[in-house]
């Protein structure tokens, strides 16, 4: 069964340095999400991209975070900045347009900065 | 805005005894409904969905009718056993969101053998 996936599944980093995360969505899908869920607490959307843009992108997404589709296949956060308070575990999504709106997840990358 | 608002955990129930964890919506739209699990430790998986009213979506024994009247979609198991211990969100998807999901706050379950 086809599946998201998410490199590195546990980063720790300090606090200043850059971070991006990897994503390989399914292959024919054509959405693409991220979304973090700081430590029990809600999950939150960051982004959604689509034709190669930001489709969407909420307010936590600030001007130290990016992302970008490189090639075909990978799907990737950058923060590049990072603050304490970026310490979270972040999903990458994927869905194919038409869906009636399920997402499919990878299962995560952790995010530890200190 | 569109929310949705979950029962506050954690909820801890006995093996094999009844499960309702309540989840109600506002949307101006007509929203696709899900209800996610997150085992300890895992990412996010696909519980079960319903995308029209009165549908009941199913999956592991777990249940959830799509309530318009009651803008509800309360998630129902008849006997839980230890391994459903995980933390359930509740979420709506509304087709001019730009396919972006709402989540409810999450509800911790522990079932104790």
């Known amino acids: 069964e086809p599946e998201v996936t998410q490199t590195p599944s546990h980063q720790v980093t300090q606090m200043g340095q850059e971070v991006i995360l990897r994503c390989v969505p399914i292959?024919?899908?054509?959405?693409f999400y991220w979304y973090r869920q700081i430590l029990g607490q809600k999950v939150e959307f960051l982004v959604s991209?689509?034709?190669?843009?930001?489709?969407?992108k909420s307010e936590i997404f600030d001007d130290q975070f990016s992302v970008e589709r490189p090639d075909g296949s990978n799907f990737t956060l950058k923060i590049r900045s990072t603050k304490l308070e970026d310490s979270a575990m972040y999903f990458c999504?994927?869905?194919?347009?038409?869906?009636?709106?399920?997402?499919?997840f990878g299962e995560g990358s952790r995010l530890t900065v200190l | 805005g569109d929310s949705v608002t979950q029962m506050e955990g954690p909820v801890t129930l006995s093996e094999e005894a009844f499960l309702t964890i309540n989840c109600t919506y506002t949307?101006?739209?007509?929203?696709?409904l899900f209800w996610y699990v997150q085992y300890p430790g895992e990412g996010l998986q696909l519980l079960l969905k319903?995308?029209?009213a009165d549908d009941k979506g199913s999956n592991k024994g777990f249940e959830a009718t799509y309530r318009k009247e009651t803008t509800s979609f309360h998630l129902e198991k008849g006997s839980v056993q230890v391994s459903d211990s995980a933390v359930y969100f509740c979420?709506?998807?509304?087709?001019?969101?730009?396919?972006?999901?709402?989540w409810g706050a999450g509800t911790k379950l522990i079932i104790k053998p």
């Open positions: 999504a994927s869905n194919d347009r038409g869906s009636t709106g399920e997402l499919f």
């Open positions: 292959s024919n899908h054509l959405y």
């Open positions: 991209f689509y034709n190669n843009e930001i489709s969407e």
């Open positions: 949307a101006t739209g007509y929203p696709s």
């Open positions: 319903a995308t029209k």
């Open positions: 979420a709506l998807y509304l087709m001019d969101s730009n396919y972006q999901l709402i």
